[in-house]
């Protein structure tokens, strides 16, 4: 296992969906309670043994840097992978090539956990993997009725009354060697799922690791982030 935990966040993009919240302030810094989102995510790391932080940054790049520094006033320390324009996450994770060069954590900027991370990344040592990627169960109740018919004669079959669909989710946590970049092709917008499918194609070994008993909060548009601040505002009221 390595000496010293590493992880890269992914703080680059431009959160166009969380518009107007992100003309002036970055996703990652929108506040939930007390803290900017990131620093809620940096705070878990530093809990679960993570000693060096690489945060990947584009948009409005220098109120990350401006807040976070090098990371001392955590007892951590931070560093930056900087690019002009934002890539997608494919392009964000190429930024931090040459600070990155044994295995690390990777995370997405805009989502929060709450889990023990050190039984992730014993797994993935252990499955010898090239890229281990968290999942969770998700559940959700359908809004409408799903027929099943017979296609030829439209005959309906079955019919289910808004049923519960079920299955295992990414959630942007992953374990990585380094040999992840070698898919990241440059300097070109590409999505991070067709990296996944060509290490898949080539042979790399990628594995899952299913989180269980625990929810994550995903900060992708006004409503769900409405859902993490109050979510946070509840926590802080508790200790307050």
């Known amino acids: 296992m390595p000496e010293k935990k590493r992880a890269l966040i992914l703080a680059g993009g431009m959160g166009t969906r969380l518009q107007p919240y992100t003309f002036f302030v970055p996703k990652p810094m929108l506040p939930l309670a007390d803290k900017p989102l ?4 940096i705070l878990w790391l530093k809990r679960n043994g993570v000693a060096d932080v690489v945060i990947s940054v ?3 790049r ?3 840097e401006d807040y976070f520094e090098d990371g001392e006033r955590w007892g951590i320390n931070v560093e930056y992978a900087r690019s002009d324009s934002p890539l997608g996450i494919s392009g964000q994770i190429l930024s931090a090539k040459n600070q990155l060069d044994s295995t690390f954590y ?4 805009d989502s929060v956990f709450d889990f023990d991370l050190r039984p992730m990344m014993a797994f993935h040592l252990k499955s010898k993997s090239s890229l281990t990627m968290g999942l969770m169960r998700y559940a959700e109740k359908m809004r409408y009725g799903v027929i099943e018919r017979n296609e030829k004669t439209g005959e ?3 019919w289910q009354e808004k049923p519960e669909v079920t299955s295992l989710i990414n959630v942007g946590c992953y ?4 040999t992840l970049f070698d898919y990241i092709p440059k300097p070109k917008m590409y999505g991070f799922d067709n990296v996944v499918r060509d290490m898949i194609g080539a042979k790399e070994k990628v594995v899952s690791y299913v989180i269980e008993g625990k929810e994550f909060l995903d900060i992708g548009d006004e409503k769900s982030y409405k859902k993490a601040y109050d979510f946070y505002m509840t926590k802080l009221g508790k200790i307050l």
């Open 38 to 41: 990131l620093e809620h995510l």
């Open 58 to 60: 584009s948009y409005l």
């Open 62 to 64: 220098h109120m990350i």
């Open 106 to 109: 990777m995370l997405y900027g």
């Open 156 to 158: 309906v079959l079955a």
């Open 175 to 178: 374990v990585s060697e380094p």
